[in-house]
């Protein structure tokens, strides 16, 4: 019903959700490990508000019930605090049985929004951000040209949850290289204690069309870890989590280890998986690399 510019992108958990497209592309687009959102026909701009609104006048028609809404593409936050809002009115005006908005999120996009503005936002329905910090690790971070720090994550993250709208955090395994491993993860296990996010989600890096742009940030190589170092890895993030009631998932399509849980309640549980795949992985039902195709 909808005509989208393709690509589009969603987090596993939004395969219920209607995706309206509200931006096309990333405003930001410069990550060195990401090719999703390629020129010419990702290049970023913001969709026209009367687009928006014919697309919700077609489904209204429909009779479709729907209860969730994401907005794409990829940082769809970045739009101006008033034309989030009059895209959050004209959902509940056309799909009032709409419960759940939810977008990705660069944590720059919450520098150009208000704490007031971010509430209005939440009582409007945008309960929900995707946050991809990617790492804690500065070093990780210059790297791979994400344009953040640990601070400017952490800022983003303690006003999102100051406004009442909960936070999903991507992690990407292996995003350091073998180089940067343990710092990564320690790092990113620490901006984590510090945000308390409400949903934690790891992901591993992969690099379909090579690692050539990887390879300019790692002075000329970087290198992956293979399977018995990412489990290393995991193991030292898992081991230096400390979070109350956040909500674990490991179980992307990248992830050879599919692992889920609460923690801190099921911390213990976690590493004992991640110890297993460690020492014995073939008593383990690990992903095989055909079933990690992306």
Same mark, same amino acid.
């Given at each position: 019903m909808l005509n989208y510019i393709e690509p589009v992108f969603r987090p596993p958990s939004e395969w219920k959700s209607l995706i309206l497209q509200v931006t096309n592309g990333c405003s930001w687009n410069q990550c060195s490990f990401c090719d999703m959102y390629t020129e010419p026909q990702k290049r970023f701009r913001a969709q026209k508000a009367d687009k928006i609104e014919q697309d919700l006048l077609a489904l209204a028609n429909s009779k479709a019930h729907i209860s969730r809404v994401f907005l794409a593409d990829g940082d769809a936050m970045t739009l101006p605090f008033?034309? *989030?809002?009059? %895209?959050? *009115? *004209? %959902?509940?005006?056309? *799909?009032?049985?709409?419960?759940? %908005?939810s977008s990705y999120c660069l944590p720059r996009n919450i520098n150009n929004k208000t704490p007031q503005q971010l509430q209005r936002l939440r009582e409007l329905g945008l309960s929900l951000l995707y946050i991809g910090c990617e790492s804690g690790d500065d070093e990780v971070l210059t790297r791979i040209k994400k344009g953040e720090t640990y601070a400017s994550s952490l800022a983003a993250l303690q006003k999102i949850k100051a406004a009442g709208i909960k936070a999903s955090v991507m992690i990407l395994n292996g995003l350091g290289g073998v180089e940067l491993s343990k710092q990564h993860a320690e790092n990113s296990a620490k901006l984590m204690n510090a945000a308390q996010p409400e949903y934690l989600s790891t992901l591993v890096v992969t690099l379909p069309l090579g690692t050539e742009c990887m390879d300019a940030s790692f002075d000329g190589h970087f290198q992956l870890p293979n399977q018995a170092q990412l489990f290393t890895e995991m193991h030292i993030l898992l081991s230096h989590l400390e979070l109350g009631k956040t909500v674990f998932r490991s179980d992307h399509a990248s992830n050879y280890l599919v692992l889920k849980g609460i923690l801190g309640k099921d911390k213990a549980s976690l590493v004992a998986q991640v110890e297993a795949a460690m020492t014995t992985p073939e008593r383990i039902a690990l992903r095989q690399e055909w079933q990690r195709g992306l």
């Open positions: 008033a034309r *989030l809002e009059a %895209i959050c *009115l *004209l %959902i509940k005006q056309y *799909l009032p049985n709409v419960t759940r %908005i």
